[in-house]
Nanobody, 122 residues
Framework: QVQLVESGGGFVQAGGSLRLSCAAS????????MGWFRQAPGKEREYVAA????????YYGDSAKGRFTSSRDNAKKTVYPQMNSLKPDETAVYYC???????????????WGQGTQVTVSS
C-alpha cells in the first residue's frame, strides 16, 4: 500500500516556476514508477510526466517538454516535478500517481494523491 501527498501548489504569474512535491508512505516506494497528471475544470485529465522507479529515465508529455523536469529521491520517498515557464492554461489540479510502469496512461497507475492546485495568472 502506498499513500501519496502532493504539495507545493499555489499561485504563480505566467512565465514563473513552481516545484511540486509528492511524498509517499510505504516501504515499496522505490519499486514504483511515478507519474504526474493534471486536470483543469471541465477538461479531461492530462498526462504531464513520468519517471522510472530508479529516477534514471524521465518522460514528458508534449506540453511539458523543454519546460518541466522530474526527479525523485527514493531515500526520502519523494518525487519532485519542476515546472518552468508556466502558462495560464496550465492552471489545474496536479496529481501524482504510483504504478508498476512509467506510462502516460492513467489507468496503469495504482495509487493516486489527492492533488494540489496550481493557478497561473496572466
Amino acid at each position: 500500500q502506498v499513500q501519496l501527498v502532493e504539495s507545493g501548489g499555489g499561485f504563480v504569474q505566467a512565465g514563473g516556476s513552481l516545484r511540486l512535491s509528492c511524498a509517499a508512505s510505504g516501504r515499496t516506494f522505490s519499486s514504483y514508477a511515478m507519474g504526474w497528471f493534471r486536470q483543469a475544470p471541465g477538461k479531461e485529465r492530462e498526462y504531464v510526466a513520468a519517471i522510472s522507479w530508479s529516477g534514471i529515465t524521465t518522460y514528458y508529455g508534449d506540453s511539458a517538454k523543454g519546460r518541466f523536469t522530474s526527479s525523485r529521491d527514493n531515500a526520502k520517498k519523494t518525487v519532485y516535478p519542476q515546472m518552468n515557464s508556466l502558462k495560464p492554461d496550465e492552471t489545474a489540479v496536479y496529481y501524482c500517481a504510483a504504478g508498476p510502469r512509467d506510462t502516460s496512461w492513467g489507468h496503469t497507475y495504482t495509487y493516486w494523491g489527492q492533488g494540489t492546485q496550481v493557478t497561473v495568472s496572466s
